[in-house]
């Protein structure tokens, strides 16, 4: 019927059940919208359901029995929300994440320190190339704090 349902695994005949009567909405997997979320701290299963269950229909895609939404894998829960809050779940994902990145470059003390104007020379500049030095000059200059 072309329903997003998790692997046969972790979903119950009674989830099953109730998506075909209409008691639960259905997902067309044609239009489900994936999300990566990495497995960081403030990004549990636990604290991603705290969030849904303030939207009552990512809850009404969800099985009704608590029990029952344990079991289904962690990417599966990220998608369902993600594909029925869009932008407003990613953009939670991105502060979970910023926030545990800001704790980890406090933590291990990795902020650098630079000089205002090489700091702008660096963010001026157009002459890097390769895609690895990219993305390690990307992160770099995301972390770095002018010294005034």
Request: with cysteine; charged share 25%.
């Amino acid at each position: 019927m072309g329903v997003y349902v998790p692997h046969y695994d972790s979903v119950t005949v009674f989830h099953l059940r109730d998506l075909a009567s209409g008691k639960r909405k259905k997902i067309l997997a044609k239009d489900v919208k994936k999300i990566f979320i990495p497995q960081y701290e403030g990004l549990t299963v636990d604290t991603m359901l705290q969030n849904a269950k303030t939207f009552p229909q990512v809850m009404k895609c969800l099985p009704a029995d608590e029990a029952e939404i344990k079991k289904l894998p962690r990417e599966y829960i990220g998608n369902v929300i993600f594909t029925c809050l869009g932008q407003k779940f990613k953009d939670w994902v991105d502060a979970k994440v910023n926030e545990r990145n800001d704790k980890i470059i406090e933590k291990q003390n990795l902020a650098i320190e630079m000089d205002p104007e090489t700091y702008k020379a660096f963010m001026a500049s157009t002459h890097v190339s390769g895609k690895y030095l990219y993305f390690t000059c990307g992160w770099l200059f995301k972390q770095l704090t002018c010294v005034h």
